[in-house]
C-alpha cells in the first residue's frame, strides 16, 4: 500500500525540504527570478500570494492529496522552486509528480535532473510504485522535452482535461514511467548529472 509521509530528499546537488510556512520568501524571490507568474502553461503564484499556495499545497497534504516539497538548490543554498507528489493510487500502487517549477535562472540547470532522480527513487524503492506519471499543458512544450529527457514515455493526450489559470481549457500530455524501466533511466541521469 503506497503510504506518504513527510520526508526530506537529499543528494549532492539538490535538497527537497517538506514544503512549510518558512519556505514563503525564498519562493518568492524564486518565481521573481523570471517572473514566472505569466507564464500561461503553468501555474507560479504572482507576487503576495505566495503563502495561500503554500497554505494550499499544505491542506492537500493534510488531506492526503499531495506531499509537497521546496526545492533547494546545494550549489549556493537558495531556494530554486517547488515540486510534489500528487493523485496517489495506492492499488497500483502509482504517483504523479507535479506542480513543478523554477526560477528561470535555475531551468535547464541541474536542479531539475537531481529533483527527478530523487523524487523517482523514492517513488519506486521507498513508496513501492510501480509507475511514477507526469502531465502538462499541451502547449509547455518545453515540459514535455524535459519529461522526456527523464526517460518518461509519452501515453498520450487527455482532450480539453484541466483549466488553465487564465481559465482556458488545456489538453494534458500524459507521461510514465514504469520501475522496470527505471534502472536503465537512472543511469543515463546520473551520467548527465557528472557531466
Not at 492537500?60 to 546545494?74: E, I, K, N, T
Not at 512544450?141 to 493526450?157: K, P
Not at 482535461?161 to 481559465?167: A, C, E, F, I, V
Request: glycine share 6%; aromatic share 8%; charged share 25%.
Amino acid at each position: 500500500m503506497l503510504e506518504l509521509t513527510s520526508a526530506t530528499l537529499e543528494s549532492e546537488y539538490v535538497r527537497l525540504e517538506p514544503l512549510g510556512h518558512d519556505h514563503v520568501a525564498g519562493l518568492e524571490q524564486a518565481a521573481a527570478d523570471g517572473e514566472l507568474w505569466n507564464l500561461r502553461v503553468t501555474y507560479v503564484p504572482p507576487p503576495g500570494t505566495m503563502r495561500a499556495y503554500v497554505e494550499k499545497a499544505l491542506a492537500m497534504q493534510a488531506q492526503g492529496d499531495a506531499l509537497p516539497f521546496a526545492v533547494r538548490d546545494l550549489r549556493d543554498g537558495a531556494l530554486a522552486g517547488s515540486t510534489r507528489y500528487y493523485e496517489f493510487k495506492a492499488d497500483v500502487p502509482r504517483v504523479l509528480i507535479g506542480h513543478t517549477w523554477y526560477a528561470a535562472s535555475r531551468q535547464r540547470s541541474h536542479v531539475n535532473t537531481a529533483a527527478k532522480l530523487l523524487l523517482v527513487d523514492h517513488a519506486f524503492h521507498v513508496l513501492g510504485c510501480a509507475a511514477v506519471g507526469w502531465e502538462t499543458d499541451i502547449l509547455n512544450t518545453r515540459s514535455q522535452r524535459a519529461i522526456e529527457r527523464l526517460g518518461a514515455h509519452c501515453d498520450g493526450v487527455l482532450r480539453a482535461h484541466k483549466l488553465r489559470h487564465d481559465g482556458s481549457i488545456r489538453d494534458s500530455v500524459e507521461y510514465s514511467l514504469l520501475a522496470e524501466e527505471w534502472p536503465a533511466a537512472r543511469a543515463v541521469l546520473l551520467a548527465r548529472l557528472r557531466c
